[in-house]
């Protein structure tokens, strides 16, 4: 039986933050890129309580706690600014919305 | 911990977050986050960090996930049945296999070895004597609460209807 070491997880962490970069990179639903920068942080707090779990110290997972408060006021703003977006032009495309793009 | 586990949880965990990125109708991308959101709580369940498992399905499925719920049904999108254009994702596709190939290398290249197995550090009583300690986490956890209040007031600022206009 293989022993699974902290090596396997900072593989599924970069799998994971991998997925979520490619679609913060190119979708085009505001709603979409909000949960694919959900999946990179998710990706990042695996790295952080791995290490805090093999290491035996805890300090990592108070971080990861702070990142999840910190995503939940992400998402919340996000949320927020989507709606007022939608609310001003109608739609929430992102190649659309280019009022203030240079 | 018992490799076969680890290999489903993680199994399910990439494969609900491609279908995040890669399903066509909005609200089908909100449910695979929420399976990909409990699968990565179970990663914590293995790693014995049961405090975060529990923090992860409380916030992100019971909160978050409500949110972007809310979210997809009050911005009526126009783009839930068109398939991306192939000249957007190309550089996206470059970019984010630059970056997994580099960290791979970099992952590969080092010796985890001296790391042991999921030690059982401990819980909620250890987190909490963390948190609450004066010469440890108290101030950061004091400033979360600050930023937690300041993002409720500019969520509710920006969602008025004044604020649109």
Not at chain 1, 24 to 27: I, K, N, R
Not at chain 2, 3 to 27: D, E, P, W, Y
Not at chain 2, 158 to 162: A, D, I, N, P
């Given at each position: 039986m293989?022993?699974?070491?902290?090596?396997?997880?900072?593989?599924?962490?970069?799998?994971?933050?991998?997925?979520?970069?490619?679609g913060?990179?190119?979708?085009k639903?505001?709603v979409?890129?909000?949960?694919?920068i959900e999946?990179?942080l998710?990706?990042?707090?695996?790295?952080?309580?791995?290490?805090s779990?093999?290491?035996?110290?805890?300090?990592?997972?108070v971080?990861?706690?702070f990142?999840?408060a910190i995503?939940?006021?992400?998402?919340?703003?996000?949320?927020?600014?989507?709606?007022a977006?939608?609310?001003?032009?109608?739609t929430?495309?992102?190649?659309?919305?280019?009022?203030?793009?240079? | 911990?018992n490799?076969?586990?680890?290999?489903?949880?993680?199994?399910?965990?990439?494969?609900?977050?491609?279908?995040?990125?890669?399903?066509?109708?909005?609200?089908?991308s909100?449910?695979?986050?929420?399976?990909?959101?409990?699968?990565v709580?179970a990663?914590?369940?293995?790693l014995?960090?049961?405090?975060?498992a529990?923090?992860?399905?409380?916030?992100?499925?019971?909160?978050?996930?409500?949110?972007?719920?809310?979210?997809?049904?009050l911005?009526r999108?126009?783009?839930?049945?068109?398939?991306e254009?192939p000249?957007?994702?190309?550089p996206?596709?470059?970019?984010?296999?630059?970056?997994?190939?580099?960290?791979l290398?970099?992952?590969?290249?080092?010796?985890?070895?001296?790391?042991?197995?999921?030690?059982?550090?401990?819980?909620?009583k250890?987190?909490?004597?963390?948190?609450?300690?004066?010469?440890?986490?108290v101030?950061?956890?004091e400033?979360?609460?600050?930023?937690?209040?300041?993002?409720?007031?500019?969520a509710?600022f920006?969602?008025?209807?004044?604020a649109?206009?």
């Open positions: 293989i022993e699974v070491t902290v090596f396997y997880y900072l593989v599924l962490s970069v799998i994971i933050f991998s997925i979520g970069a490619y913060m990179l190119s979708s639903n505001g979409r890129l909000l949960m694919s999946i990179m998710n990706a990042v707090n695996i790295n952080l309580v791995a290490f779990s093999f290491q035996g110290n805890l300090t990592g997972q971080f990861a706690a990142t999840i995503a939940a006021a992400e998402a919340t703003v996000g949320l927020a600014i989507l709606l977006l939608y609310r001003s032009f109608g929430v495309n992102l190649r659309k919305i280019s009022k203030m793009r240079w | 911990m490799i076969i586990v680890f290999s489903i949880i993680s199994a399910i965990t990439i494969l609900s977050a491609i279908g995040v990125i890669s399903s066509q109708r909005i609200m089908h909100v449910l695979s986050l929420a399976v990909m959101l409990l699968s709580a990663v914590y369940a293995i014995n960090a049961e405090f975060l529990v923090i992860q399905v409380l916030v992100y499925t019971g909160g978050v996930i409500v949110l972007l719920l809310f979210a997809t049904m911005t999108s126009d783009l839930q049945l068109k398939r254009q000249s957007d994702i190309k996206a596709v470059a970019a984010a296999s630059i970056f997994a190939i580099g960290l290398f970099y992952i590969v290249g080092n010796n985890w070895k001296s790391l042991k197995g999921p030690a059982v550090v401990g819980s909620v250890n987190i909490g004597m963390l948190i609450f300690n004066v010469k440890k986490d101030i950061p956890f400033i979360i609460s600050l930023v937690l209040l300041a993002a409720m007031v500019g509710i920006l969602g008025r209807k004044e649109g206009q």
